[in-house]
């Protein structure tokens, strides 16, 4: 998908937000903003609102010349799902489809984003499971004959919700994708090794340090995985932004927690899908 016009003092205010977190001068936030601007000027709004998004982030990460703002916010929010996911455990292992359910809760955790919104409630999250859309009956019929599973991660945190998930799964060969390096809260190696996911398969990088996927720059790991996998999970909304126009089909499974990607699923902004996009071929 394409960015908007929309995208633009959206992401104005997220790096806006990453400044006061560096820094309490005035002076340098609006320095850090004007920099900003004339970058705009430089870019195209065909990009996806992931990758347009992403080369702001990273101006702004070089401007105030730190390397990973969130670090102390990816830990905190590791430590806040790891107490949340044991009851949820225990939650979904005694309703009558403990799969369905657990796709529900990993939905639900994609709350747990430093990215559209400065706050969150996950307990709100939690208690409210419903989808928008769901294709789940898709993705039950998809898992019959499938063997290999390729998970696209989203945010440190939110990863211990997707665990939920993948427990489900581990009779597949399943591959986890996560960032090789800091942007915004996204998942990297190290949360993926304190949610202990490698106990379920492989983890890999996308090989770019970019919001969701760069198709085009990404690494040839990641790019085999994508296109070898018989089925393909990706969660948030990077991920959607950057993945729905390719030619690889897809579930996405997310919170749409903007105007733009709600107008492009043609839901409410806030409402979370479990959303099939076949291959360009199959449409």
């Known amino acids: 998908m394409k960015s908007e016009a929309h995208c633009i003092p959206c992401v104005i205010h997220q790096c806006q937000r990453i400044v006061q977190m560096v820094t309490d001068d005035p002076d340098r936030l609006l320095q850090v903003t004007h920099k900003l601007l004339d ?18 982030l990273l101006e702004t990460y070089a401007e105030l010349g730190s390397d990973d703002p969130f670090v102390q916010v990816r830990r905190q929010m590791n430590e ?7 009851p949820t455990r225990h939650k979904i ?12 809760y990993a939905a639900a955790g994609n709350i747990i984003d430093s990215g559209p919104r400065a706050s969150f409630d996950l307990d709100a999250a939690l208690a409210n499971l419903l989808f928008r859309r769901d294709d789940f009956t898709l993705f039950r019929d998809k898992l019959h004959g499938a063997e290999t599973i390729l998970y696209l991660l989203d945010n440190a945190g939110e ?10 799964l581990a ?11 800091p942007i915004l809260n996204d998942a990297i190696l190290s949360d993926a090794e304190a949610a202990g996911l490698r106990q379920f398969g492989s983890v890999i990088t996308t090989g770019t340090r970019v919001l969701g996927v760069d198709p085009v720059n990404s690494s040839r790991e990641f790019q085999a995985a994508l296109e070898e996998a018989d089925i393909v999970i990706a ?20 919170k ?28």
Not at 94 to 102: E, F, I, M, S, W
Not at 235 to 254: M, P, Q, T, W
Not at 256 to 283: H, I, M, N, T, W
């Open 235 to 254: 969660k948030g909304h990077a991920n959607f932004e950057s993945l729905v126009d390719e030619e690889r089909d897809a579930f996405f499974l997310l």
């Open 256 to 283: 749409a927690k903007c105007p733009v990607v709600a107008g492009c699923l043609r839901v409410q902004e806030g409402d979370s899908v479990f959303y099939y996009s076949p291959a360009k071929a199959e449409e």
């Open 93 to 104: 292992a005694r309703t009558n489809d403990p799969l369905h359910t657990a796709i529900h």
């Open 80 to 86: 806040l799902a790891a107490k949340a996911v044991e």
């Open 39 to 56: 970058r705009i000027q430089e870019l195209t709004l065909d990009e996806p609102p992931s990758l347009f998004t992403s080369h702001l």
């Open 171 to 181: 009779g597949f060969r399943l591959t986890m994708v996560v960032k090789p390096g």
């Open 159 to 168: 990863i211990f919700f997707d665990r939920l998930l993948i427990e489900r």
